[in-house]
């Protein structure tokens, strides 16, 4: 069984402050995906990233891939209320089963004004 | 453009009722997948076809779990007898392929009394 382990599982900040949030396994992954969702709807895609060592930005949020593809990383800058939702990792990757996908437990973000 | 289509929104039944959730997956997508996710377990991934085909069903947690896809427009996820620790949201997402990006229908909020 593949874990995805995301840490914190809560985050409590007041808007400004900046985060970090982690995506840690044991398996390699092809490519990894972070979600946010918001109450009451779906989780929606931020970024996808499948290169090792990768770093994607999107506006005050950077994403980083792992060298070996077995971790990642959010970063938010100056955090505002808006960015307040559930933080999803999920990765792909080949095993002997064919293609295997594992969500994170995620991580729950909420920022005070 | 409709994105995923999930019905009903929300559903209240008693246990021992039969549970038929309804998904449309984004027109030209080609991999299907069905999530529950409650606050204990987080988000759950319990089958996930391509091609209409069903690929990984090793999340479902019963026998009293059946999901189909008999075409690529449409996919249910039925539930008998229902029991009340059934009570989750009940996502659908779709995607080109497998791996790629998954866009994700607003969710089935179930009730089991």
């Known amino acids: 069984t593949q874990l995805l382990e995301q840490s914190p599982q809560f985050l409590s900040i007041q808007e400004g402050e900046n985060l970090t949030v982690y995506c840690n396994s044991s398996s390699v992954f092809s490519s990894l995906q972070w979600y946010r969702q918001e109450p009451g709807e779906g989780p929606v895609l931020l970024v996808t990233?499948?290169?090792?060592?990768e770093v994607k930005k999107l506006k005050r949020l950077t994403f980083q891939f792992g060298d070996a593809r077995k971790d990642s990383s959010l970063h938010i800058t100056a955090a505002q209320p808006g960015d307040t939702g559930l933080y999803l990792c999920a990765g792909w990757s080949l095993g002997n089963a064919g293609n295997m996908l594992t969500f994170g437990g995620g991580t729950r973000l909420m920022v005070k004004p | 453009d409709a994105g995923v289509i999930q019905s009903p929104r929300h559903e209240v039944t008693e246990m021992g009722q039969e549970v038929t959730l309804r998904c449309k997956p984004i027109s030209g997508h080609n991999s299907l997948f069905w999530y529950r996710q409650t606050m204990m377990r987080g988000l759950e991934l319990l089958i996930y076809f391509n091609n209409n085909v069903p690929i990984d069903d090793s999340g479902m947690p019963e026998d009293r779990f059946s999901a189909k896809m008999p075409n690529a427009s449409f996919s249910t996820l039925k539930i008998q007898p229902s029991e009340p620790r059934d009570s989750a949201v009940y996502f659908c997402?779709?995607?080109?392929?497998?791996?790629?990006?998954?866009?994700f229908g607003d969710g089935t909020r179930l009730s089991i009394l």
């Open positions: 997402a779709s995607s080109f392929f497998l791996a790629q990006p998954q866009h």
């Open positions: 990233v499948v290169t090792g060592g």
